[in-house]
C-alpha cells in the first residue's frame, strides 16, 4: 500500500520481488527508500537523451515524475544529483520550464584532428586516477540547483556550439546527456555503455546503462483541504495540526513543511517511521549524550 499518489507497483514475477515507481510513461525499478532525508533513489534506462552526430540544436521536458509539478508527490533533488554531458563541442542547459531560465548546465570540448577535420575525444586519466570527473574534453559535469522560484529543472536543451560541424557533413561523435546521482559517472565505463546505447537506440533495443537517479519526495496529496498545497502559503508557515494529525502518525515525530507539500521526521533522540504508529523508537536520554 502507498499515500495516495506516490504511485508504487510491486512485480512479483521476480524473485525477490522488485518495487517500481509507476510514472504512467515508464516504469522506474526503486533501489532505496529513506525516510530520514525523504528521498528515493530510482534506475533510469539510458540517457535522459540521445543526440545523432548531425544535430545543431535538441530540447525536451523530463517526465512529471522529476519535475514536482501539479500534483506528484516526487521531484529531482536539488543536492544529490548532477548534470552529466558527453559529446564534442556541445552545451547542455536544465530550465525552469516556466520562467525558462537556466538551472544548471555545462559545456563540452573535443580536439580537432587537423588531417581529417574531425573531432575525438581524449581521455586524460592517468594510469590509477579517478575517471569520475570530467571538466569539459570530452565529457562535462554540473551540479543541479533550483531555480529563483524554486523550481526544480523541467526542461533541457543540448546545442552544438560549431555549426559548420552540423551543416557542413564533418564527422562528430554523437551526444548524450544525463541526469545522475552525484559520484555514479565513470568517464570509461559510461562512455563504453553509452556507444552500445547509439547502436540499440537504432535498433530499437532497450538501454543497457542503469542512471541511478535521486528524488525527493513529500506528501501532496490526501491531505485536509485548507493544507492541501503548501507552496501557496506563507514561506515561514508550520505544518497544520489538521495536517500533523492525518499524516504523522507516531507520538514521537515532527510534521515539517516541504517546498510544496508535507512531511514528517522522527523526533530529535528517536529514529524509524514516523508515519506509523509507535513508528519512532529510540531513548531521547541516551541518544543525546
Not at 533513489?41 to 522529476?66: H, K, Q, Y
Not at 526542461?155 to 557542413?168: F, K, L, S, V
Not at 513529500?218 to 502559503?233: C, I, M, T, Y
Request: with cysteine; charged share 20%; glycine share 8%.
Amino acid at each position: 500500500c502507498y499515500w495516495p499518489g506516490f504511485n508504487l507497483t510491486c512485480d512479483h514475477s521476480s524473485n525477490p520481488p522488485r518495487l517500481f515507481l509507476d510514472s504512467q510513461r515508464d516504469l522506474f525499478r526503486v533501489q532505496k527508500i529513506s525516510l530520514l532525508d525523504n528521498t528515493v533513489i530510482v534506475l533510469v534506462d539510458g540517457a535522459s537523451t540521445l543526440t545523432t552526430s548531425r544535430f545543431s540544436r535538441a530540447s525536451g521536458m523530463f517526465e512529471r515524475v522529476f519535475t514536482g509539478r501539479g500534483d506528484t508527490p516526487y521531484s529531482l533533488s536539488t543536492t544529490g544529483n548532477e548534470l552529466i554531458l558527453v559529446g564534442c563541442n556541445v552545451q547542455a542547459f536544465l530550465i525552469d520550464d516556466e520562467d525558462m531560465t537556466t538551472i544548471a548546465g555545462c559545456t563540452s570540448f573535443c580536439p580537432v584532428n587537423s588531417s581529417t577535420g574531425s573531432t575525438y575525444t581524449s581521455r586524460q586519466v592517468r594510469f590509477g586516477g579517478s575517471d569520475r570527473y570530467c571538466y569539459g574534453i570530452g565529457c562535462c559535469q554540473a551540479r543541479i540547483s533550483i531555480s529563483a522560484n524554486y523550481n526544480t529543472a523541467g526542461g533541457w536543451i543540448i546545442d552544438r556550439i560549431d555549426e559548420n560541424q552540423a551543416t557542413q557533413g564533418k564527422i562528430s561523435p554523437p551526444a548524450a546527456m544525463l541526469t545522475a546521482a552525484e559520484g555514479w559517472f565513470d568517464q570509461r565505463q559510461v562512455s563504453d555503455m553509452l556507444a552500445r546505447d547509439f547502436q540499440h537506440h537504432r535498433r530499437g533495443l532497450r538501454s543497457e546503462l542503469h542512471v541511478p537517479v535521486i528524488l525527493e519526495w513529500e506528501v501532496v496529496q490526501g491531505l485536509p483541504g485548507r493544507a492541501a498545497d503548501a507552496k501557496l502559503q506563507h514561506p515561514m508557515a508550520t505544518c497544520p495540526a489538521e495536517v500533523a494529525n492525518s499524516l504523522c502518525k507516531s507520538k514521537h515525530s515532527d510534521c515539517k513543511r516541504g517546498r510544496r507539500g508535507y512531511l514528517c521526521q522522527c523526533s530529535n533522540g528517536y529514529v524509524g517511521n514516523p508515519y506509523k504508529k509507535e513508528g519512532c523508537k529510540g531513548d531521547r536520554k541516551s541518544l543525546s549524550t
